[in-house]
């Protein structure tokens, strides 16, 4: 039987490749200004919108430090909009520092060096941005957001894993939370802004994986771990590759998993080389949407691979 909400305290992205904690309704490391960045970058200009389509924005990044997301359609009471983290490799330098900016779990959102445009010609000061430098094999960067949280007795789960005090953009006392599936099932697609500033120098682009863990990827859902702790099986999400270049683009990754196993141009498929094959694709039980860049050679084949993603103005159609 499937689990309708399973979770017992705030997102942990453990994977063998991805290890972060999501941000929960409190967390005293992501207060404070939004980060900022040397980075040079380049504005896509104006993108009009499909016509033919309603765009509901799930966040901008410009109206708190870290989220929480702005998203309000589906979230009412007891349900809150999710936060915004970083995940991946927090590997530490010979000085003991995290090489990671922002810091793995102090996760802001980074100011643009020069404002750019959006959809509509909507001009964007702030993004939400990782950079990591990865040495293993498989190791990622990445950010995300999850959906939809609860108080901890309202998901029925004995214990929070943050309890602490202070979150950016109130002044209130820490609420521990957790979070939810949520049915993103009205919505045919997710369009977002995307960039980086560190391309393979050969192809000129770096893949970013962009997924959507749920109830069958996911852990916190008892099915690809069969409810047990051995997570190897899972995290294996719906997912479309993507390749960022060093200009702002937009991309349109369509919540559609085809026929078959085969989703049509621009779909999303689990990966079929790992991971659990039996997961299906469940829009009405979504934790959230996370982007990731993976170093894919061995650390014995090069030196460290300097990692930054770039992510802006992320919004639903339907």
């Not at 509901?56 to 990044?61: A, E, N, Q, S, T």
């Not at 100011?111 to 404002?115: F, K, V």
């Not at 000129?204 to 970013?208: E, H, I, N, R, Y």
């Not at 689990?270 to 790992?274: A, K, L, Q, R, Y």
């Given at each position: 039987m499937r689990k309708?909400?399973?979770?017992s305290g705030?997102?942990?992205v453990g994977?063998?490749?991805l290890?972060?904690?999501a941000?929960?309704?409190?967390?005293?490391?992501?207060?404070?200004?939004?980060?900022?960045?040397?980075?040079?970058?380049?504005d896509?200009?104006?993108?009009?919108?499909d016509?033919n389509?309603t765009y509901?924005?799930?966040?901008?990044?410009e109206?708190t430090?870290?989220g929480p997301?702005e998203l309000?359609?589906?979230?009412a009471?007891?349900?809150s909009?999710g936060y915004w983290?970083?995940?991946?490799?927090?590997y530490?330098s010979?000085a003991?520092?995290?090489?990671s900016?922002?810091p793995?779990l102090s996760?802001v959102?980074s100011?643009?060096?020069?404002?750019t445009?959006?959809?509509?010609?909507?001009?964007?000061?702030?993004a939400?941005?990782?950079?990591c430098v990865?040495?293993?094999l498989y190791?990622?960067?990445?950010?995300?957001?999850?959906?939809?949280?609860?108080?901890?007795g309202?998901?029925g789960?004995?214990a929070a894993?943050n309890?602490s005090a202070g979150?950016?953009g109130?002044?209130?006392?820490s609420?521990?939370?957790v979070t939810?599936?949520f049915?993103?099932?009205?919505?045919?697609?997710?369009t977002?802004?995307g960039?980086?500033t560190?391309p393979?120098?050969?192809a000129?682009?770096?893949?970013?994986k962009?997924q959507?863990?749920?109830?069958?990827t996911?852990p916190?859902?008892?099915?690809?771990?069969?409810?047990?702790?051995?997570?190897?099986?899972?995290?294996?999400?719906?997912?479309?590759?993507?390749d960022?270049t060093?200009s702002w683009?937009q991309?349109t990754?369509l919540l559609?998993?085809?026929?078959?196993?085969?989703?049509?141009?621009?779909g999303?498929a689990?990966?079929?080389?790992?991971g659990y094959?039996?997961?299906?694709?469940i829009p009405t039980?979504?934790?959230g949407?996370?982007?990731q860049?993976?170093?894919n050679?061995a650390?014995d084949?090069?030196?460290?691979?300097?990692t930054?993603i770039?992510v802006d103005?992320?919004?639903f159609?339907e």
């Open positions: 309708q909400i399973s979770c705030c997102l942990v994977m063998a490749f290890s972060g904690l941000a929960c309704a409190s967390s005293p490391g992501q207060a404070g200004a939004k980060d900022s960045s040397p980075a040079t970058l380049t896509a200009g104006c993108m009009n919108g016509p389509a509901v924005l799930i966040d901008d990044m109206t430090t870290h997301i309000a359609t589906g979230i009471s007891p349900l909009q983290y970083n995940s991946g490799a927090s530490f010979d003991g520092a995290d090489t900016n922002p793995q996760f959102f100011a643009l060096p020069t404002r445009n959006t959809l509509n010609c909507k001009a964007s000061a702030h939400a941005r990782q950079s990865l040495n293993g190791d990622t960067c990445g950010v995300g957001f999850e959906f939809a949280q609860v108080p901890v309202d998901a789960a004995p894993s309890t979150d950016a109130d002044a209130g006392a609420i521990p939370m939810v599936p049915d993103i099932s009205r919505y045919k697609a997710i977002f802004w960039m980086t560190t393979d120098p050969t000129g682009s770096m893949q970013v962009v959507f863990p749920d109830t069958d996911d916190r859902g008892e099915i690809c771990n069969g409810g047990g702790g051995n997570t190897s099986m899972c995290y294996n999400s719906y997912a479309a590759y993507l960022f060093t683009q991309f990754v559609d998993t085809g026929k078959g196993g085969k989703p049509p141009a621009g999303i689990i990966d079929t080389t790992w094959q039996d997961a299906q694709w039980q979504v934790y949407i996370n982007w860049a993976q170093r050679i650390p084949a090069g030196p460290p691979l300097k930054e770039w103005d992320v919004y159609l």
